[in-house]
């Protein structure tokens, strides 16, 4: 391991004396340095540039509250698929996606009822009718995403929605403006970089795919999400790093404005540093990880 990237930004850097930063790693010179390998020292944090060398084979990313804003999505994504569940499912109830969303989300409410959350409905059998089992459903996506629940029968019907707003442009993905210069230079340093969101894999593809700055879907090498696993649960990020095929999990650092979502990624091997962006959540104190403002402190 190089940094102990668990180690928070005010605290001492622990190091490795076998560390190679990602530049020497990869053969290239560092502009501020000549092309020997940097002393150990050096490695932990240049002051020309700012920059805290790595050596990550893999960037796992977060969205809300790291590459983008929560007010995108709990302002501009959410209402978005609240006003439009109902008219959605009435223009695609026979299509084959609507009709997998509808028993997903059948068997999410029966397990919803079964453990008595808040605002769970039970949904009428396909025989009472479209318009009965649409209103009940409304009712059910409308309580879940009141509640913000990240659960895959939610995200999956989200992602169909949105795709209309984006189709219509009446959407636009929206991200932090150091995003896309990031992206554009850890791809070009030849890091992969990944996406592990709540939002459906369509989604994410959405969001990036749509932006001010084009398509940033070119320096992504690909998604998950909750089709692995809950966001808070180890075995989620030690199933994305078996599917990355990476030597060690310490090869890949995970970017969360979550706390739970960075323990759990460090519990399956990765390293993992908080996103601290205007509009999040405050942090617990002495939550023991590193804390970056913007991805070109990286
Ligand atoms: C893929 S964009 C929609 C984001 C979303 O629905 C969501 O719940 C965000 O969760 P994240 O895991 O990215 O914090
Ligand atoms: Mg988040």
Redesign the pocket.
């Known amino acids: 391991m190089g940094l102990d990237w668990s180690t928070p930004s005010h605290g001492p850097i622990q190091q490795d004396r076998g560390a190679i930063s990602a530049p020497v790693k990869a053969g290239l010179k560092d502009s501020n340095h000549n092309s020997e390998p940097l002393p150990v020292s050096s490695l932990v944090h240049d002051t020309v540039s700012s920059n805290i060398y790595f050596d990550m084979r893999c960037i796992l990313l ?7 804003p ?1 007010t995108f ?1 709990a302002d501009v ?2 209402p978005y698929a609240r006003d439009n569940v109902g008219k959605h499912l009435s223009a695609t109830y026979d299509t084959e996606d609507t009709q997998e969303d509808i028993k997903l989300l059948r068997s999410q409410v029966e397990d919803d009822l079964a453990q008595g959350i808040d605002g769970a409905v039970s949904i009428p059998p396909n025989d009472a009718g479209k318009d009965a089992v649409i209103a009940a459903l409304v009712a059910n996506v409308e309580a879940m995403i009141r509640a ?1 629940r ?1 659960i895959t029968a939610l ?1 999956q019907l ?2 169909h929605i ?1 795709r209309t707003g984006f189709q219509n442009n009446e959407l636009k ?1 929206e991200f932090y403006n150091d995003v896309p210069e990031a992206l554009q230079s850890w791809h070009s340093l030849g890091i992969k970089i990944y ?7 369509l ?2 593809r ?2 990036f795919g749509n932006t001010k700055s084009g398509d940033l879907r070119k320096y992504l090498s690909g998604f998950f ?1 909750t089709n692995v696993g809950n ?1 808070r649960e180890t075995s989620s990020y030690i199933q994305i790093s078996e599917s990355l095929g990476v030597d060690n999990p310490s090869e890949i650092l995970f970017l ?3 706390v739970q ?1 960075a323990v759990a990624a460090k519990a399956a091997g990765l390293k993992a540093m908080i996103s601290v962006r205007p509009g999040n959540a405050p942090l617990p104190e002495n939550h023991g990880f590193k804390t970056i403002n913007s991805f070109l402190e990286i």
């Open positions: 977060d969205i809300e509250g790291t590459t983008t929560i999505v994504l959410f913000d990240k995200k989200q992602g949105w993905g996406i592990y969101s709540s939002g459906s894999r989604a994410q959405l969001i999400d966001k969360t404005d979550v979502e």
